[in-house]
């Protein structure tokens, strides 16, 4: 079975995520997670690295899903590159900022995007 690293929409107009992930497996299944939620592109990155890199090199990043296993140092840098990158750019911290869940990724970044979606009915 291949991994996901990414799922990139057709649609050039879709919300546009960026996971900061620390395993290529639970990448995956975040992806996974995160697409049920509608038409979206999501780009996964494994390291702090990786992820900044990507954010430099998109045009367009709606959202960045920072995971469980990043320390509160590497937040702090990941935010304060968006904050001076993009401020526009929203930030979902599963485990921080709610309880950490299938479930509340995707309410949190539907409701961050305003995405109406059907799974939550």
């Known amino acids: 079975m291949k991994l996901f690293k990414e799922l990139i929409s057709t649609n050039t107009n879709a919300p ?3 996971l900061f992930g620390g395993d290529p497996g639970r990448r995956h299944s975040v992806i996974q997670i995160i ?3 509608g038409d979206l592109t999501i780009y996964g990155a ?8 990507l954010l430099r ?3 367009k990043v709606d959202i960045v899903l920072i995971g469980g296993a990043y320390t509160s140092e590497q937040r702090v840098r990941i935010k304060n590159f968006i904050r001076d990158h ?3 750019i929203k930030i979902t911290e599963p485990g921080v900022e709610y309880r950490y869940s299938d479930e509340g990724i995707q309410k949190d970044i539907a409701k961050k995007l305003g995405l ?6």
Do not use: A, W, Y
């Not at 109406?116 to 009915?121: A, G, R």
């Open 16 to 18: 546009v995520i960026l």
């Open 35 to 37: 697409s049920e939620i």
């Open 46 to 53: 494994l390291s702090e690295t990786e992820g900044i890199q």
């Open 57 to 59: 090199e998109r045009d």
């Open 86 to 88: 993009d401020e526009n």
């Open 116 to 121: 109406k979606t059907k799974i939550f009915n």
